[in-house]
């Protein structure tokens, strides 16, 4: 999960990895270390995932990571293999709008039409319905 979590913060713009390591505590809870993170991102740099840029701030070099083409190409391939364990493991709570089909996980509005019950993402589909 850590190079998903790598991969989805550089799909928004470059940063380097005190950053990244800041966002992924922000979205997960809980800090991961620097030996967990500059690890991922020199092999994900290795296979041409990711290109790094030296800038000097002050007296510090900070190394800045940004997505390369592959990146990309490798990151919405590991979102459809997410969104697929996802869609299996939460399949049956996943409720489609009978009006506009978004699809919902929570907060259905649950109306009976012709007998038949049926979900729909707000009052106003289903008044439309």
């Not at 809980?30 to 290109?51: C, F, N, T, W």
């Amino acid at each position: 999960t850590t190079k998903y979590f790598i991969l989805n913060e550089l799909s928004r713009r470059e940063m380097h990895g005190y950053e990244l390591i800041a966002r992924i505590e922000k979205i997960t809870g809980k800090r991961p270390s620097a030996g967990q993170i500059y690890p991922v991102l020199k092999q994900m740099q290795s296979l041409g995932y990711l290109a790094v840029k030296t800038r000097t701030t002050g007296r510090k070099k900070v190394k800045y990571y940004k997505l390369t083409v592959s990146g990309r190409q490798f990151y919405g391939a590991m979102n459809k293999r997410f969104e697929a364990m996802i869609r299996a493991a939460l399949g049956e709570k996943i409720k489609i709008c009978a009006h506009c089909s978004c699809e919902m996980l929570k907060g259905a509005y649950t109306k009976t039409i012709g007998g038949k019950k049926l979900h729909f993402c707000c009052v106003s589909c289903a008044s439309s319905y």
